[in-house]
C-alpha cells in the first residue's frame, strides 16, 4: 500500500501473472521511464480501483500498462 517507486524489472523472472494494487499514497508508484519494463512479461492483468485508472493513462510510463490494468472494488472484494 505505501511503495512510491517500482524499479527496472520488478517483477520480472518473478513468475507472477496478477497484481492487485490497492495503494493509499497520493498517487500511483512511479514507473522506470527506460530499461527494462516494471511488469515484465508476465503480468497479465493489474486490479487497482477505479478512481486510479482514470490517472494512469496520463502518469509517465504507467501509459504503457493501461491495457492491463482492470477496476477492482476493494471494499466490496477485500483481497487477503
Not at 495503494?23 to 478512481?51: C, D, E, H, R
Not at 500498462?65 to 477492482?72: A, D
Amino acid at each position: 500500500k505505501n511503495v512510491s517507486t517500482l524499479g527496472e524489472g520488478a517483477f520480472n523472472n518473478s513468475g507472477v501473472t496478477t497484481i492487485y494494487w490497492n495503494w493509499t499514497n497520493s498517487g500511483a508508484p512511479t514507473l522506470p521511464q527506460t530499461g527494462t519494463p516494471a511488469f515484465g512479461t508476465n503480468v497479465q492483468v493489474i486490479y487497482m480501483p477505479k478512481a486510479f485508472i482514470d490517472q494512469i493513462g496520463l502518469f509517465g510510463a504507467w501509459k504503457n500498462y493501461v491495457n492491463l490494468v482492470v477496476p477492482y472494488d476493494f471494499e466490496k472484494n477485500p483481497v487477503s
